[in-house]
């Protein structure tokens, strides 16, 4: 466990919350509330006795052209939370009153209060996946997770998994906040210290890449993808002996390799049937638009902006937007090419389904084996099943 340090009394407390849930009685059944587009597909009504019952409802949406951004609320991951630790801002649920056109957002949980397993249980029980905090509070989750990171250097318990899990959580925290605010410096020093991280437990663990693999997502979102586009990335380099610091760099060049889509209209990046010759060439911009902003914030060095503009370089010259070939490709570029095909084969997207690493690999080694540099896919192989 990565924390025994609490005593009763918080577990009291959550105890009797807790005997509570699913007690719907006749007292509350006059309230009529509904959540406001939770993905978890929940509903939170406050009842007479100050119990609040989690039930199903169908997903909502706010009517009209407001946002719970513009409410001041942003939405929290349930996954963010670690048991054992405390919880690192208010939560809230939003609730929609019959009658009523904007949202009351009542308190869950409290900041600073002790997160237990029963907790986290009660709420996976309920189907609860995410809540939502006040915008301004959502900056002290980095605090919260290198609070959480800390511990980890230390635990000898904690399985591996668990810990990778808990990486990939903060860095999807990063990323998250990365591709909504792209002229947000601070959060570039944040990558590296997460890159550092990632790589430090890498590297003092032994950890296979199937337990970094076993905590990603296979569904797409630019973001996500990103994410494990750079753990997977960083784990390769890992593997291949380079040094830790290019690991690293590799890593944060990875987490902003896909940036360049926030210029992209969604329709496009998400849209189910074939692109137009017109769409397709914005996506075609995607990585020199990457390169031009970056270079422009002056976040990154000559090596990690190659990287960003080449990934999608082909060796043997089809590539895009400079149509390099072979040798004329940075060897940056050419890793993160293999790890983001990698990537992008095995998750669902709109207009394909996910494939099997095992069938990625075969599609690799065949008919997109022009593409990559022979020796690193063949390497990457390797690494994959070792």
């Known amino acids: 466990m990565l924390c025994q340090e609490h005593g009763q009394q918080a577990a009291g ?23 406001v ?56 649920v ?27 249980v009660a709420l996976k029980e309920q189907r609860i996946d995410e809540l939502y905090a006040e ?27 668990q810990k990778a899990l808990i990486l990939y959580n903060y860095g999807e925290f990063i990323a998250r906040h990365i591709f909504h605010d792209v002229y947000d410096g601070q959060f570039v020093e944040k990558a590296s210290q997460w890159a550092d991280a990632l790589v430090g437990f890498l590297h003092a663990k ?46 944060v060049a990875g987490l902003f390799h896909d940036i360049g889509k926030v210029w992209v209209d969604s329709r496009i990046l998400l849209k189910p049937s074939s692109l137009t010759r017109e769409e397709f060439a914005f996506i075609l911009r995607h990585p020199q638009t990457a390169y031009e902003h ?3 914030m002056g976040w990154m060095n000559t090596d990690q902006l190659a990287a960003v503009r080449e990934h999608h370089e082909s060796m043997d010259g089809t590539g895009y ?6 040798s004329e490709i940075h060897p940056f570029a050419r890793v993160l090419h293999i790890c983001d095909c990698f990537d992008a084969l095995t998750t669902h997207r709109p207009y394909k389904k996910a494939v099997t690493p095992f069938k990625a690999l075969k599609l690799m080694q065949s008919e997109m084996r022009l593409s990559f540099d022979r020796h690193l896919l063949y390497k990457f192989i390797q690494f994959l099943g070792s």
């Open 13 to 35: 407390i959550e105890s009797t919350f807790l005997n509570e849930l699913g007690s719907w009685g006749a007292q509350g059944e006059g309230i009529i509330a509904r959540v």
């Open 37 to 92: 587009d939770m993905a978890g597909s929940a509903a939170v009504a406050e009842s007479g006795f100050n119990a609040l019952d989690f039930r199903k409802a169908r997903k909502q949406s706010l009517s009209g052209s407001v946002t719970f951004e513009e409410l001041g609320y942003v939405a929290f991951p349930i996954k963010y939370l670690v048991p054992d630790f405390m919880v690192p801002c208010n939560l809230f």
């Open 94 to 120: 939003p609730i929609l009153a019959k009658g009523e056109d904007l949202p009351t957002f009542v308190k869950v949980l409290d900041r600073g209060q002790f997160y237990s397993d029963a907790w986290r």
């Open 135 to 161: 915008a301004h509070e959502t900056a002290g989750l980095d605090e919260y997770f290198q609070e959480i990171m800390e511990a980890l250097a230390e635990d000898e318990v904690t399985p591996n998994w």
């Open 206 to 251: 032994k950890v296979s890449v199937s337990v970094i693999y076993r905590v990603f997502m296979n569904h797409y979102e630019t973001f996500n993808h990103s994410l494990q586009v750079s753990m997977m990335v960083m784990a390769f380099c890992g593997h291949l002996g380079w040094r830790q610091e290019d690991v690293v760099r590799l890593g």
């Open 294 to 296: 970056l270079a422009s």
């Open 321 to 326: 937007p400079q149509g390099l070939k072979g």
